[in-house]
């Protein structure tokens, strides 16, 4: 009896924790998401104020005949011409360039984006893996010449079993954790940082930066490791387009030692073409490549082909873009999913700046 309640108490004790990290878990996610939503705010505010502090200056007074005095009516448009001109509504040029920008990964626009995928067929279940990316992307000015963009990417993922239960059973894994088991938490999160010079709108685009990985993983939702790399990206805008393209490479920096084809050797690159086609609507495509130098020849690669459909418009006075995607891996690694669903919704703030 003693032996049994002992057990108990221990199942019980592990229950509870487990309970306390995945709160834990929210927490830090609810934390970050928060602080991340204040500084798009802040840095709006702080755009709006600055605008309202320039207009709020007095305007010149011309300066008064000194041969004769003025007609009533000359003075009433004088008096006129002293007011403040309302503020005009955004014409359709300025609302497709600005749709343009929000295309551009190192443009002069905030966003808040909530990138939903829902990976299908994956692992020998052949079962959907739900994740979701917030990937806020901030720029800063450093100079006239030069901005800098900051990116952040929170991947939340609710892993499902990959294995069936008499699979689990027959290999010895329990049937609580991965891949038997199902977890919801936070994987590895990435900063990316790209240094842009000004450059003509009309011409080549280009940004270039470090990046980093960080242990910030549940317990089987990614590495253990801290990585760090490069990104790069670079882009052209003409006419109704923006196509270009983005890419990083991460290594292994630092944590727990593992064999050499563990450790961290991965490069994505993501093509981009758009395509807009007037009042806010856009055909897009913009798969994600990937490949993991450490695995063999015929395991490297997942190359997904696809398109998606977006449309940005504005819901009480804030813009706001969504975009549909279906993505079908050509070429994968075995057990990897056969392609993903994507729902994109993102937030945007313009920047302006002083140049």
Known sequence: MQTNAIVSFSSLAGMAVARAMTYRTIVRVGILAALLVMALIITTQATV?????????PKARAT?????????????????????????????AEEEAFIKES??????????????????????????VWNMNIQPVVPFMLSPKANLIERVITPVVNLTPLLQSQDCFALGITVSSPPCGAELGIGNIQLQTFYAPKTNPNGFIWGVGPMFSFPTVSKHLGTQQ?????????????????????????????????AAENTLNQLQAQPFI?????????????PLITANWNE????????????????????????????????????RPQFAPYGLIRFNWAILWPVKRGY
């Open 296 to 331: 063999p020849g015929n395991q490297k690669w997942t190359v997904p082909i696809g398109l998606q459909v977006g449309n940005t418009n504005t819901w009480l006075k804030l813009p706001m873009a969504y975009q549909l995607a279906y993505y079908g891996n050509i070429v």
């Open 274 to 286: 758009n395509f807009n086609f007037g009042k806010g609507w856009a055909l897009s495509e913009a």
């Open 49 to 57: 104020l600055a605008d309202k502090g320039a207009s709020a200056k």
């Open 64 to 92: 008064p005949s000194t041969t004769t005095a003025q007609a009533p009516t000359n003075s009433v448009d004088q008096g006129a011409g002293e007011r403040a001109e309302p503020e005009h509504a955004p014409t359709r």
């Open 226 to 258: 801290f990585g760090g790399g490069i990104d790069a990206v670079g882009l052209v805008m003409p006419g109704h387009w923006v196509t270009g393209m983005l890419v990083t490479q991460r290594w292994y920096i630092a944590g727990p030692s593992s």
């Open 103 to 128: 295309q551009n990964p190192i443009g002069n626009v905030a966003i808040l984006p909530f990138q939903n995928n829902w990976n299908y067929a994956a692992g020998p279940s052949k079962t959907t």
